[in-house]
């Protein structure tokens, strides 16, 4: 594929090369000359240099939220990336803007908003959910906005950002938000997580929903790692519950960057109610001169957002729709079975244990131990988590959790520390669904 990709490539620069000399002869200004010799040396340097990191692109690497786009997008970003347009304005790109509302239009289709909505891409998750708490201060001013304690910790700092008071929610033992401990009238804007970003877990949306509908109060919901595990929720392979209310949210939240195969520089934010572009309202004095037509600037937070960003997205759907039997559905459908069996192999290790039962492709566990303290756990933890880098086999990363919750579920230990360090593998490759058994395998040999 990559072979692939890169022959399709250099025959759609050549011929964007040919578009770009047909404005007639110009060349490009010697200041900006590099020699040969300085271009080998630099590129020598940088494959050595670039070996340093871990391998994000291989099964063995089953550590944080990270894996390379797919190389249908990375070569359409470098095609759009030689022109460079800017998604600010329509001027500054006027195809890429086209394929950024194509991309939305499905976006909004996807999560059940239909075609009445607000939405653009962002530079990152962060940045949409940026956009949404800000609409969420503008709309209900004075009020302050919630969210649970596994939500992104971005929230809390956002709403710093916005001068917003920040209300968490605790949770109670089977994941629901305890409501009964929180003032209602105090809250515009309540978030509710698909998919956190530590275990992966749904937020129950059938439950709040009555309860923010009774107060009027406004939900975002924030779905930046799980948002295209919508495609699953109807195969059964997930619980759908959650999932099939995303149209009832006022906002959400999406990452191409993280589950949509592209590479970083690509978050979404959609607006079921399109009014809210009131908010944005300013006089730019630099751009909006040649068309009445929308212009993503008039509605976006940010000003330059890269128009390749864009296109990359939208040459990744032409070949993976958002569909359950078709495109992203099969996908994510592999990472959600390389969870499911990893769990299930833990549950007849002698030397793993899981820490829960998975929701989507995060699976959490600790090293089974003699000595049956929290202590102990974290630092076993620490070790096979090291050991593994060590030899190169296997790359995990490391998760902190209370030990009163940790207790909770597995009343066998002993809490002699405040918190504990368990394992934690984020499957978002679907070569793991193979590969899960010798992971394990491999991480056992270290215990
Ligand atoms: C990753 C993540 C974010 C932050 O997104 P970035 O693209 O890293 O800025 C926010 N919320 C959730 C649930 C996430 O998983």
Redesign the pocket.
């Known amino acids: 594929m990559n072979k692939q990709a890169e022959k399709i490539l250099s025959g759609a620069l050549d011929s964007l090369q040919h578009w770009k000399d047909s404005f007639g002869d110009w060349q490009n200004d010697p200041v900006l000359s590099i020699s040969e010799e300085k271009t080998s040396a630099v590129f020598e340097d940088l494959s050595e240099r670039l070996k340093c990191n871990y391998p994000f692109h291989h099964p063995v690497y089953a550590g944080q939220?990270l894996k390379p786009p797919h190389p249908i997008a990375w070569a359409a970003y470098a095609m759009a990336m030689s022109i460079n347009p800017n998604n600010h304005a329509l001027d500054g790109g006027p195809p890429s803007s086209e394929m950024e509302k194509e991309v939305m239009a499905e976006l909004a289709q996807f999560f059940g908003y239909g075609n009445e909505y607000l939405g653009h891409l962002t530079?990152?998750?962060?940045?949409?959910?940026l956009e949404a708490l800000w609409i969420a201060r503008q709309s209900h001013p004075g009020k302050g906005i919630a969210f649970s304690e596994n939500?992104?910790y971005?929230?809390e700092r956002m709403c710093g950002v916005l001068g917003v008071e920040a209300i968490k929610i605790p949770l109670m033992e089977n994941g629901h938000f305890n409501l009964n401990s929180v003032d209602p009238t105090a809250i515009g804007t309540i978030v509710v997580?698909l998919?956190?970003?530590g275990l992966g877990e749904v937020e129950p949306l059938e439950q709040i929903l009555p309860w923010t509908k009774k107060y009027g109060i406004r939900i975002h919901i924030?779905?930046?790692?799980?948002g295209f595990f919508r495609t699953l929720k109807d195969s059964g392979i997930i619980d759908g519950t959650s999932w099939n209310l995303m149209q009832e949210a006022d906002s959400i939240?999406v990452?191409p960057?993280?589950h949509g195969l592209q590479p970083?520089g690509c978050?979404a934010v959609l607006f079921k109610d399109p009014s809210v572009g009131k908010f944005y309202k300013h006089d730019s004095p630099y751009t909006y001169f040649t068309s009445e037509e929308l212009h993503l600037g008039e509605i976006s937070l940010e000003c330059s957002r890269a128009g390749a960003a864009a296109v990359a997205f939208w040459a990744t759907l032409q070949c993976f729709p958002l569909k359950e039997k078709e495109g992203f559905g099969p996908i994510l459908a592999k990472c959600r079975k390389a969870a499911i069996s990893g769990y299930s192999l833990m549950n007849s290790s002698k030397k793993l244990a899981a820490y829960k039962k998975p929701e989507l492709d995060i699976l959490t566990y600790f090293p089974i131990t003699d000595n049956k303290t929290t202590s102990y756990i974290s630092e076993l933890s620490k070790k096979v988590f090291e050991a593994g880098m060590r030899d190169q086999t296997f790359y995990l990363s490391l998760f902190k959790v209370p030990a009163s919750t940790f207790i909770r579920l597995h009343p066998e230990y002993q809490a002699d520390t405040e918190s504990v360090t368990i394992l934690r593998s984020v499957l978002m490759r679907p070569e793991q669904a193979e590969f899960v058994p010798e992971l394990v395998k491999r991480i056992e040999s270290h215990l």
């Open positions: 939220m530079a990152s998750g962060t940045i949409a959910n939500s992104h971005t929230h997580t998919g956190t970003t924030d779905s930046a790692y799980g939240v990452d960057h993280k970083y978050g």
